[in-house]
């Protein structure tokens, strides 16, 4: 018989597989010795998934409190918080699609992507920041994978909820909003597109702010609406604090 990582029930015995040197440094070489370390080391480090639906398709069998992830797509890490009850976002927070429990996005360096389309709505919030989070804005841009065409002058911009970034714009686009001729789609569609400052992040004094639970990221239809156009928020920043309650 073997385990569910294929180490036969009579491993070790008579030194059956083993080097000879492992009884010299303390290896008992039983088979239950070498599945306890290898169990110790799946309940810690769960390797790579490709993306966010990869990793909520990780059974709860495989999770365990503190297991850590990587996700490729991106290059963040995440660690499992085994009783986080936390709506997930697909951003800092990810539900497992079966079972109890967070994956939590590591604190540190990162760019937060929020999707949007011509149709979304004026004031949609496309994220609020969840309990336990604490999150630095340095530089909001724009990356566009469909040109932005359509309406009478359209323009967008990005706001929030936060005291100082509240008028449309303040954030992204400014007053007046950014048009179709900044969102076209460039070559790769990952490029950034800075788009305008915003009149609540034009000084090095308006952006010393953290943006804390309940603080959102607003989109703002500016001026008309346009009728085509595919393309993401991106908040480059840090991830100060991500704690799962």
């Known amino acids: 018989m073997s385990n569910e990582f294929g ?12 080097n000879p040197g492992f009884a010299h440094r303390g290896y008992g070489g039983r088979s239950e010795d070498l599945v306890g370390l290898l169990r110790g080391g799946r309940n810690r480090i769960a ?3 490709a993306n966010a639906a990869a990793m909520k398709a990780i059974v709860a069998l495989d999770r365990t409190a503190g297991m850590i992830v990587h996700k490729i797509d991106d290059g963040s890490f995440w660690r499992f918080h085994a009783t986080s009850a936390l709506t997930g976002d697909d951003v800092v927070v990810i539900t497992p699609t079966a079972g109890s429990g967070r994956w939590l996005r590591l604190p540190g360096s990162c760019v937060l992507s929020f999707a949007y389309t011509f149709a979304t709505a004026d004031a949609a ?6 309990t336990g989070c604490l999150f630095a804005i340095e530089e909001p841009y724009w990356t566009v994978s469909t040109t932005h065409a359509g309406g009478s002058s ?3 911009g990005v706001s929030s909820n936060k005291t100082g970034f509240t008028t449309k714009g303040d954030l992204l686009g400014g007053g007046s909003g950014d048009v179709a001729s900044t969102l076209t789609a460039p070559s790769p569609v990952t490029t950034p597109i800075m788009g305008t400052v915003g009149a609540g992040f034009d000084t090095l004094g308006k952006r010393r ?3 804390v639970p309940g603080n959102t990221i607003r989109f703002d239809r500016i001026t008309s609406v346009f009728t085509s156009g595919v393309g993401a928020v991106n908040l480059k920043g840090s991830l100060l604090r991500n704690a799962g309650a």
């Open 47 to 49: 390797g790579a998934v």
């Open 125 to 130: 919030v496309l994220w609020t920041v969840p």
């Open 7 to 18: 180490v036969s029930d009579d491993f070790g015995t008579g030194g059956a597989g083993l």
């Open 154 to 156: 359209s323009a967008i």
């Open 209 to 211: 702010v953290i943006w």
